[in-house]
């Protein structure tokens, strides 16, 4: 089957515009992740959501950021009036409900903000 | 302040021998630690786990070794190959203590394995 897909793979914008970025899970996968990862940063966590329960959004660095979860199944970051420093690589992740399952992440969305 | 610590930036290692690449924490609730290796333009991928119940695990030509008082795992490879060359993450998380599973990744370091 198919893995994490995202998009787009890259995306340039102007400081002050919003952006979503779009994440579609493995099918069957009821958690799914945000992670981004900021030049010579590891891997920092944004967001988590888990089936119908609210989402864990502890990791989201300011309320300029957002994501939803439509369905249960694919989900979008939102971040509006970005800033330069929200330059990095947006990562999800999904994986099966429980712990001790193995996140399967997608290839990422690269984001520049000029 | 980082939880996780990768101190090796990057590593250089020659075909045929072993690479050992260190990882430290800092939380006490960590008990669930994973290793990832991630190639230019690709996700990580998932590479091997330990959970603090146990001291090492071993796929092929891959081990993870804990050490719970120091709070320190290593991770090997031996034989090293070409193809292992990539940037690796270790990461913890704090799954029996009841969190929701997210992961907290080190920097990542970079191994090249030289032919």
Not at chain 1, 63 to 90: C, K
């Amino acid at each position: 089957g198919a893995g994490v897909s995202q998009s787009p793979s890259n995306k340039v914008t102007e400081k002050g515009k919003d952006v979503e970025l779009r994440c579609d899970p493995i099918s069957g996968h009821t958690a799914l992740y945000w992670y981004r990862q900021s030049l010579g940063q590891g891997l920092e966590f944004l967001i988590y959501f888990q089936g119908n329960s609210a989402p864990d959004k502890s990791g989201l660095p300011s309320d300029r950021f957002s994501a939803e979860r439509t369905g249960g199944s694919v989900s979008t970051l939102t971040i509006q009036r970005t800033q330069q420093e929200d330059s990095a690589v947006y990562l999800c992740a999904s994986s099966r409900q429980g712990p001790y399952n193995e996140q399967f992440f997608g290839p990422g969305t690269r984001l520049t903000v000029l | 302040d980082q939880q996780v610590k990768q101190n090796s930036p990057s590593l250089s290692v020659q075909e045929g021998r072993i690479s050992i690449l260190n990882c430290d924490y800092t939380n006490s609730m960590f008990d669930y630690f994973l290793w990832y290796k991630k190639y230019p333009a690709e996700g990580p991928t998932f590479l091997i786990s330990i959970s603090s119940i146990k001291d090492k695990n071993e796929d092929g030509r891959f081990t993870v070794f804990l050490n719970k008082s120091a709070k320190h795992l290593s991770l090997h490879i031996v034989p090293s190959q070409p193809g292992d060359s990539a940037v690796y993450f270790c990461a913890a998380s704090g799954l029996l203590r009841g969190s929701q599973g997210n992961l907290i990744f080190g920097k990542g370091t970079k191994l090249s394995v030289k032919p």
